[in-house]
């Protein structure tokens, strides 16, 4: 079994920065892409951003030049530092991970979220 554990959520002031991480424990043999995703209220899931084993990184338009992704593949983990938050980037955040299991098995994983609040 796989488990990713997500921190850094909180609430910050228009123009303030967090920074978000997430571990990947268990079972892992490699991750291929890992990655941030955002559900608002009422709204669906989103890719904020993604980065490969590479570290090859891809943003959504709309928070290219803020957000930054990035990974550390010894320790399994990923990080997405939010800098110039706006209110409509309020969502529950959750880290997703594309793992090879040590069985060779791939398969999706998913953080439990984290709350980003951000006050106008």
């Known amino acids: 079994q796989v488990q990713l554990t997500e921190s850094g959520g909180g609430l910050v002031q228009a123009g303030g920065s967090l920074r978000l991480s997430c571990a990947a424990s268990?079972?892992?043999?490699?991750?291929?892409?890992m990655a941030w995703y955002r559900q608002a209220p009422g709204k669906e899931r989103e890719l904020v951003a993604s980065?490969?084993?590479?570290?090859?990184?891809n943003y959504r338009d709309s928070v290219k030049g803020r957000f930054i992704i990035s990974r550390d593949n010894a320790e399994n983990t990923v990080s997405l530092q939010m800098n110039s938050l706006k209110p409509e980037d309020t969502a529950v955040y959750y880290c997703?991970?594309?793992?090879?299991?040590?069985?060779?098995?791939?398969?999706?994983?998913w953080g439990q979220g984290t709350q980003v609040t951000v006050s106008s």
């Open positions: 997703n991970a594309d793992v090879i299991r040590r069985s060779l098995a791939r398969e999706q994983y």
């Open positions: 980065i490969s084993s590479g570290r090859f990184t």
């Open positions: 268990g079972s892992i043999r490699s991750i291929v892409d």
